[in-house]
């Protein structure tokens, strides 16, 4: 059975930093290209980034693109995503995800073709 589970959510005021991470079990966690997403209030959820599982290639919405880093440590099966100068408009609730083929780049942050999603972490940003 597949559990993930995101943390590291809080509430932090605008330019501050904040590190996600979402730990994993029961899948092999080095095969699959993992993303975050996330849903702000009153909005679809989307994407914001993904990384592959050797971590050669990463991807990011334009939206997020220099701000935020995403890494993962495929020996503790956990992913992180690296949050710094921090948006009001980045307050959301951030899930992460598993690709659903392993050993494949996502041709892109689509989130139909992810799957074994978490509960999500809360982040919200104050001015």
């Known amino acids: 059975q597949v559990q993930v589970v995101e943390s590291g959510g809080d509430l932090v005021q605008a330019g501050g930093s904040l590190r996600l991470s979402c730990a994993t079990s029961?899948?092999?966690?080095?095969?699959?290209?993992m993303g975050w997403f996330r849903q702000a209030p009153g909005k679809e959820r989307e994407g914001v980034s993904y990384i592959t599982g050797t971590s050669s290639r990463t991807y990011y919405a334009d939206s997020v693109k220099g701000r935020f880093t995403i890494s993962r440590d495929n020996a503790k099966n956990t992913l992180y995503l690296q949050m710094n100068s921090l948006k009001i408009e980045d307050t959301a609730m951030y899930y992460c995800?598993?690709?659903?083929?392993?050993?494949?780049?996502?041709?892109?942050?689509?989130?139909?073709?992810?799957?074994?999603w978490g509960q999500g972490t809360q982040v919200t940003v104050s001015s």
């Open positions: 029961g899948l092999t966690f080095a095969a699959y290209a």
């Open positions: 995800a598993a690709f659903s083929l392993p050993y494949a780049v996502p041709p892109s942050l689509d989130q139909a073709k992810f799957k074994y």
